[in-house]
């Protein structure tokens, strides 16, 4: 057999034979989607979940703008207004841009690192729709009488039952708390996969800088969710229990919340734009056909962010009085968290000097990435100062700066991501021209709409302000910044459209068409249900481009390496699962029996958890066992 092929097997049709088990019940269909436990299904789930979020926080960011655009504008009530800007960031830092990150690493981090699946396939399954489940929760308040209104930190006391009456707060507090058991189930199972389950041969220092990110990113979800969860656990305890966590009257301390919440909420940044560094990392030494620039360093630099993202969180709370020391420490421990960053800045620049960039798509969300994630960082080194931040502090200078990080920092990078890996994921490519045209719409409205913020927020105009007044100069920077709304509007539509096409009738992709240096580049695409047929064999970085150059590649003492191998072994993969599903839509359901103390549904839920739980615990392997041969042999395969 030939050693270190380029191109294995595409997935296989019906089998028979020795060594080979009965598929799955559920091949086709809806069935096949709830009961799956592939690791890359679930990453296609998450993806599209995401997507499908962010066409709702788009359209409520698009409803704001509206009523922003004039001065005096009634087009929504301050109610509503209220709703739509809660609703907007609940669900991009939450239900949008960081499940995408989660639902990038759910399908390439065993492939990149020669995995069959993650290390517990149905608790993948489970962490999907745990969070899915948490996301149409947290929604379906807009129907059941209002959504919560408090902004996406929802501080203390305007949870108060008293100051918030209504159930919008119960369902952001109930949908989180369910919703954030799936993050941190995933992350530990990215954990274990990554440490045990790496090809022979790749050691921590050979891993792709996308799979190191994503480890730094798991290590921060175990650590900062479970503040967030013990928060959300007392508001929900105040508002269904009456305990006083959060009341001032009684002793309760809402700055309390405040503590808890950025524990988790700067951690939560870096949890967000971690693994947007990945992408980046693998697209601009991919484009730039050359090995990424400092590797070691890049991997200290992020190991370094983690570390430090826990040392920052109260530079978001310079204006309650902490006092001057707190306030000094905090920023300078803000300006540390900024030297690995822009560590990781000249890396990539060198990775792409002196490089034969191609500017494909790809390539251009990851330039735009750099452009603007560097503005993103200035002005945070701005709020980093106590002086600066409480002149700024809750003024749109703080909107048009998040936006530059999340928004222009780790969306764009994901829509290289996407562009990247989507002929991998479905053995098509994405149209080069519309991806340009797309690309350009989206840039160019994305800087109309929050570079004018910047100076708004400069003159004082506040956050969460429902309306303004006309003739204090406002009123240039709202219409500009309106107007690029339509402008990036009609790129993310005309996305949709692109991959929409491509998905049915773009060009095939062939396995590798960008020349690609890690792992996933060596099988078919899309990658068969078990990934390698042959278990690879990793000998240095880049495995797999060293493979296919070895003019261009050397090992760790100078000489010429071959990258890869393979062995030959057998393959089990593991049998679909019902009991994800149940468990997730049993949480989902006794949810509304917490909301409306309804207790004997909460109770029966919990019940059915239980039960749910115990037959997971006994339930079969399942599954196929597959052997190499066989597969070979039925499909014609040389040596």
């Given at each position: ?16 034979g ?8 559920w ?5 096949s989607w709830?009961?799956?436990?592939d ?5 296609i ?16 960011a698009f409803i704001?703008r ?36 989660t639902?990038f690493?759910?399908y ?6 020669g ?19 948490g ?5 379906m308040?807009v ?6 209104d408090?902004?996406?930190?929802a501080?203390?006391?305007?949870t ?14 109930i ?9 941190l189930v ?22 792709p ?28 305890m ?17 700055i ?5 919440f ?12 971690l ?14 056909r ?32 902490l ?5 000094t420490a905090?920023?300078?421990?803000s ?12 890396n ?17 969300y990851?330039m ?8 993103g ?17 809750s ?21 290289a991501?996407?562009y ?28 109309i ?6 100076f ?6 506040p ?13 240039i ?8 709304t ?7 539509i ?43 064999i ?9 493979k296919?150059?070895?003019?261009l ?33 049993a949480?989902f ?24 739980t115990?037959?997971w615990?006994?339930?079969g ?16 395969a040389?040596?």
């Amino acid at each position: 057999m030939a050693i270190g092929r380029q191109q294995a097997p595409a997935a296989p049709g019906p089998l028979s034979g020795p060594g080979i088990f009965t598929r799955p019940t559920w091949t086709k269909g809806i069935g096949s989607w709830l009961t799956t436990v592939d690791h890359k299904r679930l990453g296609i789930l998450y993806i599209v979940t995401s997507f499908a979020f962010l066409s709702l926080a788009s359209i409520e960011a698009f409803i704001i703008r509206l009523q922003l655009a004039v001065p005096g504008q009634q087009l929504v009530s301050p109610d509503v207004y209220n709703q739509l800007f809660t609703m907007h960031g609940l669900t991009m830092v939450f239900l949008a841009i960081m499940p995408l990150g989660t639902g990038f690493a759910n399908y390439f981090v065993p492939l990149m690192i020669g995995a069959r699946d993650l290390a517990f396939p149905r608790l993948n399954a489970f962490g999907y729709w745990i969070y899915a489940f948490g996301g149409i929760f947290v929604y379906m308040s807009v129907f059941l009488g209002g959504a919560p209104d408090a902004g996406w930190f929802a501080y203390a006391p305007l949870t108060s039952l008293s100051n918030n009456p209504g159930n919008g707060i119960d369902f952001y507090m109930i949908g989180l708390l369910i919703g954030g058991v799936g993050t941190l189930v995933t992350a530990m199972n990215l954990i274990v996969t990554i440490f045990s389950m790496r090809a022979p041969g790749m050691s921590m220092m050979r891993m792709p800088v996308f799979v190191w990110m994503i480890l730094v990113t798991a290590f921060l979800i175990v650590f900062a969710f479970p503040p967030l969860t013990i928060a959300l656990f007392q508001v929900i305890m105040d508002r269904t229990f009456g305990t006083l966590f959060y009341v001032p009257e009684a002793g309760g301390l809402p700055i309390l919340w405040q503590h808890l919440f950025w524990i988790f909420g700067h951690p939560e940044v870096y949890i967000i734009i971690l693994p947007a560094f990945g992408v980046i990392s693998e697209v601009i030494p991919t484009f730039s056909r050359k090995p990424i620039f400092g590797y070691p360093v890049m991997i200290l630099s992020g190991i370094f962010i983690g570390f430090m993202g826990f040392a920052v969180w109260s530079h978001h709370m310079f204006t309650t009085g902490l006092g001057a020391v707190a306030n000094t420490a905090f920023a300078l421990t803000s300006f540390v968290i900024g030297v690995p960053t822009g560590v990781k800045i000249f890396n990539w620049l060198g990775t792409m000097w002196g490089g034969s960039i191609r500017f494909a798509t790809s390539m251009l969300y990851a330039m735009a990435f750099l452009f603007m994630f560097v503005i993103g960082g200035i002005t945070g080194i701005m709020l980093a100062m106590p002086p600066f931040d409480a002149q700024a502090n809750s003024t749109y200078f703080v909107v048009a700066h998040f936006h530059y990080v999340m928004g222009g920092g780790a969306l764009f990078a994901f829509m290289a991501g996407v562009y990247y890996w989507f002929p991998k994921m479905t053995g098509r490519l994405l149209p080069e021209r519309f991806g340009q045209l797309n690309f350009w719409l989206i840039f160019i409205g994305f800087n109309i709409i929050f570079m004018p913020q910047h100076f708004a927020g400069l003159m004082g105009m506040p956050r969460r302000t429902q309306t303004y007044e006309a003739g204090i100069g406002l009123e240039i920077w709202n219409l500009l910044s309106t107007a690029g709304t339509f402008i990036m509007g009609a790129g993310m539509i005309l996305l949709a459209l692109n991959v929409i096409y491509a998905f049915r009738n773009g060009k095939l992709a062939g396995n590798d068409p960008w020349d690609g240096r890690t792992l996933e580049w060596s099988i078919s695409s899309p990658p068969p249900h078990y990934n390698f047929d042959e278990q690879p064999i990793v000998t240095d970085r880049d495995a797999f481009w060293a493979k296919k150059h070895p003019e261009l590649s050397h090992g760790d003492d100078g000489s010429q390496w071959e990258g890869m191998d393979f062995d030959a072994h057998g393959i089990h993969m593991p049998g679909q699962s019902w009991y994800p599903f149940l468990l997730a839509l049993a949480a989902f359901i006794g949810s509304f029996g917490v909301l409306y103390t309804n207790w004997p549904l909460a109770i029966l839920m919990l019940v059915l958890m239980i039960g749910t739980t115990y037959a997971w615990a006994f339930e079969g392997v399942g599954g196929e066992h597959i052997h190499p041969g066989d597969h070979h042999a039925a499909e014609g395969a040389t040596d």
